[in-house]
């Protein structure tokens, strides 16, 4: 088969689409043939060498997949050869084929296409993790989430509204802020001029935001405490912002708040199906009633994923860019 191999760690150029060794389902995996695979901030840093694969996961960058079972393993019951799945990776999903424990697929959401579905089961996943799951996100309260015109952006702003919350985010271009406001965000905020501190005591005339979705880290940690109300949720999912922040205590307990951080990839098997199955019965019928779509900037090649890589660097999107496999 073939796949996206990293050479060394770099630039985009290091990505190479070539012929790798066939895999094969252990028991309790099925084998899927890959239509499609999206990209992630993740892949960047794993292509830079910041972001290893978990002991036993496959080496080739993709976090998710979208594509048919071919080949299932000793002891797997509830999916068969030909069935159309989606899936949350550990890694591998820039190749032809991919194994995949069955707690982490998903069937493809009645209404979406084959290719559009490998945008879904990481941000979605992300997002009911971490905003429900985690902060416990209620009808009524104030939401906010940083890089709204994301992935994870664009799903947190759809799954938030659905939910009742007041949402505001923060995106860096005007057709960006824009497209969240299509999605469903009652406050946009263009972080290159405007200070999102003051624009949240604005909009929620001092009381601050219930619960904040975080990519940026360090960078926002301090600021995104003074953004917190009483009572607030920070949930940070990303470093974009740096790795090391200086936290006050005092305005934390002030607060009575609380800051968690997590990832997704590094879970064992069995937290990842825990979510997954909270995500096919709680979103699954949202996206199939077509009140949750997947955002999809482009589609390429998967032979062009240097490219793909480029576009995210350069934050050329909004939404997910999927890669075509098949």
Not at 193 to 222: H, P, S, W
């Amino acid at each position: 088969m073939y796949a996206i191999t990293i050479a060394e760690p770099g630039g985009p150029e290091v990505l190479t689409w070539g012929e790798v060794p066939d895999e094969k389902p252990e028991p309790g995996e099925v084998l899927v043939e890959v239509a499609a695979t999206a990209v992630n901030r993740a892949d960047l840093m794993q292509r830079q060498g910041f972001y290893r694969p978990p002991p036993g996961a496959s080496a080739y960058p993709g976090l998710e997949a979208s594509g048919r079972i071919v080949e299932v393993g000793a002891g797997v019951s509830g999916w068969a050869v030909g069935d159309e799945v989606c899936a949350l990776l550990a890694g591998g999903g820039y190749a032809e084929r991919v194994r995949v424990p069955t707690g982490q697929l998903l069937p493809v959401p009645e209404g979406v296409d084959l290719i559009s579905a490998a945008a879904l089961p990481e941000v979605v996943c992300t997002v009911w993790s971490n905003v429900f799951m985690v902060a416990h996100l209620r009808k009524g309260e104030n939401f906010l989430v940083h890089g709204g015109s994301s992935g994870i952006g664009t799903m947190a702003i759809q799954l938030a509204k659905v939910a009742g919350a007041r949402i505001l985010t923060t995106a860096g271009s005007a057709a960006k802020l824009e497209r969240c406001r299509e999605l469903g965000a009652d406050v946009t905020i263009d972080y290159r001029g405007e200070d999102f501190v003051a624009r949240v005591a604005e909009a929620t005339a001092g009381a601050g935001v219930d619960v904040i979705l975080d990519n940026m880290g360090a960078k926002y940690l301090d600021r995104n405490v003074d953004a917190l109300a009483v009572n607030g949720r920070l949930v940070v999912i990303g470093l974009q912002g740096g790795t090391r922040g200086e936290l006050d205590l005092n305005k934390l307990l002030m607060k009575r708040a609380a800051v968690a951080a997590t990832s997704l990839r590094a879970r064992p098997v069995a937290e990842k199906s825990a979510i997954v199955a909270a995500v096919r019965e709680h979103v699954w019928p949202l996206v199939a009633a077509g009140r949750v779509v997947p955002i999809v900037d482009r589609v390429m090649p998967v032979a062009e994923a240097a490219d793909a890589h480029r576009v995210l660097e350069e934050s050329g999107h909004i939404g997910k860019v999927v890669l075509r496999v098949r």
